[in-house]
């Protein structure tokens, strides 16, 4: 196949639930991907409320499976997510700012699954903040799951038991294909973002995080929050000035 050759549409997806993300972070994700992806592509988010949500989102309520956290993430690995099999979803955190082209997500057509590479030393050999899958073409990753949750859960959760999605997929793939190194960023590892205390004086009120050359997506997982840190330095972070240009609703 032509290494050329794109997706020609996609769905883009979202979860929201609970009081950490609201429905700004759904709007801004959405606006973000329409300014920097050149398909036509639908938005979809999973929410348990659409207060707030922007009319042009697709809304879904996240289904009652007694799952916690994140590990809702993997019901996109189900027969016909959304009524979607053999379209291909764009899966997306919500904790992202989106900066440059998207259409990297796109290449590689041939690929039923592509998943961002993790830049942690340690841990799992993906990181699931952003993934491409043709729904339906690995089932097995939620059947195996949703067989005995708790059971998996137990024995792959990560920080705490609302986390570990991304050591299950780990776990259940041999081998990834990979978005293009550097597409897909760590605000915290890539960004000279980490402040510093020297002489009891916190370095993280001087300069500012610094976006690294050819990165298209911005990973803030954990704390801070975008922001926390667009218009000001938050504790030992930097402020990040590409926050205010980037993450807001204008289209």
Not at 187 to 215: Q, S, Y
Request: charged fraction near 20%.
């Amino acid at each position: 196949m032509n290494m050329h050759t794109k997706i020609g549409n996609i769905h883009v997806v979202c979860f929201q639930w609970g009081t950490r993300y609201p429905a700004v972070y759904v709007n801004n994700l959405k606006n973000m991907v329409k300014r920097h992806l050149s398909v036509p592509h639908v938005f979809h988010c999973l929410t348990d409320s659409e207060a707030g949500i922007d009319r042009d989102v697709v809304t879904h309520p996240i289904p009652n499976m007694e799952i916690p956290g994140n590990w809702r993430k993997l019901s996109t690995f189900q027969d016909n997510f959304l009524q979607l099999n053999g379209e291909f979803i764009l899966y997306i955190d919500l904790d992202m700012i989106i900066m440059g082209e998207l259409d990297f997500a796109l290449e590689h057509p041939e690929h039923t699954f592509v998943i961002t590479k993790n830049w942690s030393k340690t841990g799992t050999r993906a990181n699931s903040c952003i993934y491409r899958l043709k729904v339906g073409a690995h089932t097995e990753v939620w059947n195996k799951f949703i067989a005995s949750p708790q059971t998996f859960i137990d024995q792959h959760y990560g920080k705490n038991k609302l986390f570990g999605d991304q050591k299950w997929i780990d776990y259940m793939f041999d081998s990834f294909h990979f978005f293009p190194e550097g597409k897909v960023v760590s605000f915290k590892k890539h960004c000279h973002a980490k402040g510093h205390r020297i002489l009891g004086l916190n370095t993280a009120r001087f300069g500012k995080a610094k976006v690294p050359p050819g990165a298209s997506v911005i990973s803030f997982h954990g704390d801070p929050l975008p922001p926390d840190i667009a218009n000001g330095p938050s504790g030992k972070w930097r402020q990040a000035p590409f926050v205010n240009e980037h993450w807001h609703s204008c289209t």
